[in-house]
Nanobody, 126 residues
Framework: QVQLVESGGGSVQAGGSLKLSCAVSAYTYSLSMAWFRQAPGKEREGVAG????????FYADSVKGRFTISQDNAKRTLYLQMNSLKPEDTAMYYC????????????????????WGQGTQVTVSS
């Protein structure tokens, strides 16, 4: 069983930055991990995914160049640095994990993941 606990959400004005953290109860190098978000009335959307190893970071087109996913294996923590935030980034953000490697096409698909955090709210005002 892998437990995930997100933190770092909050309210910010457009153009601002936030850094989300996800504390993981297992060693992150053994996991495929990702950040998802869900706005009211919308489907859950994969934002960024990561698996330890070269070329194993993926972003949704909507956040490329603005968001950066990273992980600290020693601290067992996943991060999402969000810059140049827009009102459309407003959503509940979730950390997700699954044991083992994932195909690139799976990294931003919610059905791939079987461990989820409780979410942290991000609100961006214009």
């Amino acid at each position: 069983q892998v437990q995930l606990v997100e933190s770092g959400g909050g309210s910010v004005q457009a153009g601002g930055s936030l850094k989300l953290s996800c504390a993981v109860s297992a060693y992150t190098y053994s996991l495929s991990m990702a950040w998802f978000r869900q706005a009211p009335g919308k489907e859950r959307e994969g934002v960024a995914g990561i698996y330890t190893g070269p070329g194993s970071i993926f972003y949704a087109d909507s956040v490329k160049g603005r968001f950066t996913i990273s992980q600290d294996n020693a601290k067992r923590t996943l991060y999402l640095q969000m810059n140049s935030l827009k009102p459309e980034d407003t959503a509940m953000y979730y950390c997700a994990a699954v044991l083992g490697w994932s195909y690139p096409g799976q990294m931003l698909e919610s059905r791939r993941y079987n461990y989820w955090g409780q979410g942290t709210q991000v609100t961006v005002s214009s």
